[in-house]
């Protein structure tokens, strides 16, 4: 079955950059999707087909996808952009939706 | 505005079943597929299933295909997901989401979640 790997953590400065990697074997052919869900809420699609953001998400959320890597781009990072970060792809193969592991990103 | 409202928080014992209800509004329901996610404590999110709310037509994850059975009733756009012979590993919060994009691809609106606690 296909799997997507993210790191655990990734640890940013307020103001700063943070980008959160996902990891699958050729998943620049696929279509990735990006999640943000804060403690004891419903997950919030951020990021759609790569790169798209759905209307009320600001410009500082982006994204990229090519080879094994997808990547989220966080800009200028704020306080209330802490949270678990998953990366979402729907694979043909086994026509099966795949969530990665999921991310922490922690403003410091 | 699009809404899922889900049903409330269930405790069951091993074995038995569970059913959670994910009510919809504010589009055509039929118009998109409804997926169901689940997080156990402290883990991230597992994809269980997606049914269309058009045709009925189902898509279960293959580690919960002999276990999970999902439903809609076009009649009141809500959403039904069953689970059979629980054990204490189905203890989770289990979200219905709205799939959306051009293949359903994606998920653009979830519910608040449910709890299901499994104990004896």
């Known amino acids: 079955s296909y799997e997507l790997t993210q790191p655990p953590s990734v640890s940013v400065a307020p103001g700063q950059t943070a980008r959160v990697t996902c990891g699958g074997n050729?998943?620049?052919?696929?279509?990735v999707h990006w999640y943000h869900q804060k403690p004891g809420q419903a997950p919030v699609l951020v990021v759609f087909d790569d790169k798209d953001r759905p209307s009320g998400i600001p410009e500082r959320f982006s994204g990229s996808n090519s080879g094994n890597t997808a990547t989220l781009t966080i800009s200028r990072v704020e306080a209330g952009d802490e949270a678990d970060y998953y990366c979402?792809?729907?694979?043909?193969?086994?026509?099966?939706?795949?969530f990665g592991t999921g991310t922490t990103v922690t403003v410091l | 505005q699009v809404q899922l409202v889900q049903s409330g928080g269930e405790a069951k014992k091993p074995g038995a079943s569970v059913k959670v209800s994910c009510k919809a509004s504010g589009y055509t329901f039929s118009n998109n597929g409804i997926s169901w996610v689940r997080q156990a404590p402290g883990h991230g999110l597992e994809w269980m299933g997606w049914?269309?709310?058009?045709?009925?037509?189902?898509n279960y994850a293959q580690r919960h295909q002999d276990r999970v059975t999902l439903t809609t009733d076009t009649s009141t756009s809500t959403a039904y997901l069953e689970l059979r012979s629980l054990t204490s590993d189905d203890t989770a919060v289990y979200y219905c989401?709205?799939?959306?994009?051009?293949?359903?691809?994606?998920?653009?609106?979830w519910g608040q979640g449910t709890q299901v606690t499994v104990s004896s």
């Open positions: 979402q792809v729907w694979d043909s193969s086994s026509d099966q939706y795949v």
């Open positions: 049914i269309s709310a058009y045709s009925g037509t189902t």
């Open positions: 050729n998943i620049g052919s696929k279509s």
């Open positions: 989401a709205r799939a959306g994009g051009h293949f359903d691809s994606f998920h653009d609106y």
